[in-house]
């Protein structure tokens, strides 16, 4: 059994027809045994599908997707799982434990749909731009690396070494924060580096424009969320866009689609393990 998942650092990546990479998990005995990361070639929804066929895969765990990739992904016999969000390993664990359920092709709030239709999503710096794409031998590369990330008081908040599986992706494809891309691009295999990244070079600052309120009546299931709480909103183009709850009353509720690391700096010590040519 092979289960594909959209990626993009670590995590399932929101937008199937945008994906530039998936993460492929071979399962043996409801066991992951292997996996690896794959390209997409930028390829449009029905070719991704053909795609995903090519490489036998059984099931696809994805964030948002529209009616047509579904229907693409049916007529190749492909299971859907969409409405995914965090780690990519875990949505396979979660999947392999019987706890992943798809919620169909727009947001998710428990399997409900909602949708936002005048908030756009933006990107909230964990992607290149072509005047800003870092330059290096290990570009256009599949990599693996591992690493230790932590805040500048020394609280870490994310390790590779924990999971004892090094984390592999294609230097400088956008899979990664623009900082992480930038320290791998160069490096040898065995080299260390210590990196120390501003925001700018990580999730960007955050953005106001980012932050918006809207009535609870035009939101049909909105009066069920609570502050706090993560969920996704539909924006005009129909993509599922990640956001938080941060104030409600009775007629209104605010969210926050910014980064969660948005406006931080971030420090990482990376390894590169391997570079496959």
């Known amino acids: 059994m092979k289960i594909a998942v959209t990626y993009e650092n670590g995590t399932v990546f929101q937008h199937f027809g945008h994906t530039e990479a998936f993460k492929v998990y071979e399962v043996e005995d409801g066991k992951v045994i292997s996996s690896e990361i794959i390209g997409s070639d930028g390829q449009g929804h029905g070719a991704l599908a053909a795609l995903l066929s090519e490489k036998d895969i059984d099931v696809l765990i994805c964030g948002g997707i529209g009616g047509g990739a579904q229907a693409a992904l049916a007529e190749q016999g492909i299971e859907l799982c969409a409405g995914a969000s965090g780690d990519a390993d875990e949505a396979v664990a979660a999947y392999l434990r019987g706890e992943l359920i798809n919620t169909g092709a ?26 800003d794409k870092p330059a290096g031998k290990n570009i256009g590369k599949k990599v693996r690396t591992h690493y230790r990330g932590t805040f500048n008081d020394g609280t870490q908040f994310d390790a590779s070494y924990d999971r004892g599986e090094p984390l592999e992706f294609i230097c400088g494809a956008g899979m990664m924060i623009p900082g992480f891309d930038a320290a791998v691009a160069n490096m040898e295999v065995g080299e260390i580096v210590n990196v120390h990244l501003m925001p700018e070079e990580a999730y960007g600052e955050p953005d106001s424009n980012a932050i918006f309120t809207v009535d609870i009546v035009q939101l049909p299931g909105s009066e069920e969320l609570s502050v706090g709480q993560q969920v996704y909103l539909q924006n005009t183009y129909g993509q599922p866009v990640p956001v938080k709850v941060t104030a409600k009353d009775e007629k209104t509720i605010t969210f926050d689609a910014n980064h969660e690391m948005a406006g931080k700096e971030l420090n990482f010590t990376i390894e590169l393990v391997e570079v496959i040519e």
């Open 106 to 131: 727009n947001c998710d709030h428990h399997g409900e749909g909602h949708s936002c239709g005048d908030h756009e999503g933006s990107c909230a710096g964990d992607c290149h731009h072509e005047e």
